[in-house]
């Protein structure tokens, strides 16, 4: 059984920087993928980044070079830095675990290949 628990999230003006962790616990298989998700009302939940096991990452166009996802392995935490927030980017923000074919396929089609999710945590972006 996987647990995945996120939290730091909040409220921010535009052009500011939250960082989001996730807690995992339970069974963490070596070869899962990680990835962090995004659902704003009334929109559905969409990819923001992957993580594979090999380390690779992948963005979705929208926030690439603006945020970044890492792994503390150590601590089985998973982060997404987040800068230059715009409005846009509000939504709750879920984090994810499952197999899958790459870091890419990750924010492609990991709403439809993870089967690990958290609860995930609020992020709003005033202007």
Same mark, same amino acid.
């Given at each position: 059984?996987?647990q995945l628990?996120?939290?730091?999230?909040?409220?921010? /003006?535009?052009?500011?920087?939250?960082?989001?962790?996730?807690?995992?616990?339970?069974?963490?298989?070596s070869d899962?993928?990680?990835?962090?998700?995004? /659902?704003?009302?009334?929109?559905?939940?969409?990819?923001?980044?992957?993580?594979?096991?090999?380390?690779?990452?992948?963005?979705?166009?929208?926030?690439?070079?603006?945020?970044?996802?890492?792994?503390?392995?150590?601590?089985?935490?998973?982060?997404?830095?987040?800068?230059?927030?715009?409005?846009?980017?509000?939504?709750?923000?879920?984090?994810?675990?499952d197999f899958?074919?790459?870091?890419?396929?990750?924010?492609?089609?990991?709403?439809?290949?993870?089967?690990?999710?958290?609860?995930?945590? /609020?992020?709003?972006?005033?202007?």
């Open positions: 059984q996987v628990v996120e939290s730091g999230g909040g409220s921010v /003006q535009a052009g500011g920087s939250l960082r989001l962790s996730c807690a995992a616990s339970g069974y963490i298989h899962y993928c990680m990835g962090w998700f995004r /659902q704003a009302p009334g929109k559905e939940r969409e990819g923001v980044a992957g993580l594979d096991s090999d380390g690779s990452t992948s963005y979705a166009d929208n926030v690439k070079g603006r945020f970044t996802i890492s792994q503390d392995n150590a601590k089985n935490i998973l982060y997404l830095q987040m800068r230059s927030l715009n409005p846009e980017d509000t939504a709750m923000y879920y984090c994810a675990a899958c074919p790459s870091a890419e396929d990750t924010v492609v089609a990991g709403t439809r290949l993870f089967g690990h999710w958290g609860q995930g945590t /609020q992020v709003t972006v005033s202007s």
